[in-house]
């Protein structure tokens, strides 16, 4: 496994469209597998391929709500992903590893269900309440090139980060 660079705001490859994998194999499960690394040593809940520069329909997602499980543990693989239904709403905070340092308000669905493959190829689906459901949500619009900023109500101030970071 190898850490991978983490793309940021300004990089073109972070608004384009990511194409399906057709290919289970792996070279598949090597992108999977530095993505995974690359997530925990940056400490997030999610991340999309075209983050590290690679434009395929590959996300990893943390499913922070079982709290039972270790980060590793939490990781979902999400091939060609799909939000097959979505219901519900939740108005909160919402970063990105490639736009560190910016929170934005984002509304978001509070339940979601993505239909998507495995690495193997297999179709299952899988549902996310709160934070999961807002992951899925994030993590999906990287794969058509969008950024939360663009959806976002607004930015949160300086003095806002502040108290926000002084509340952890
Ligand atoms: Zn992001």
Do not use: W
């Not at 999309?48 to 079982?66: C, F, K, S």
């Not at 899988?126 to 900023?149: P, S, W």
Request: charged share 30%; glycine share 8%.
């Amino acid at each position: 496994m190898a850490l991978r660079t983490i793309r940021e705001e300004g990089d073109s490859i972070l608004l384009k469209k990511s194409r399906p994998v057709t290919d289970f194999n792996k070279r598949l499960h090597t992108l999977l597998d530095d993505m995974r690394e690359t997530l925990l040593q940056a400490d997030g809940v999610g991340l999309a391929a075209p983050q590290v520069g690679v434009l395929r329909r590959v996300v990893i997602v943390m499913d922070t709500n079982r709290e039972e499980l270790t980060p590793e543990e939490q990781i979902i693989e999400l091939i060609n992903p799909e939000i097959v239904s979505a219901d519900g709403e939740q108005t909160g905070q919402e970063g990105c590893l490639s736009v560190p340092g910016v929170y934005g308000i984002v509304t978001r669905p509070e339940h979601v269900v993505v239909r998507a493959q495995d690495r193997f190829g297999n179709s299952f689906e899988v549902e996310g309440t709160g934070l999961t459901a807002r992951c899925f949500c994030h993590e999906t619009d990287h794969l058509d090139g969008h950024l939360f900023t663009e959806k976002a109500e607004r930015i949160l101030t300086p003095e806002e980060l502040d108290e926000l970071n002084s509340q952890e």
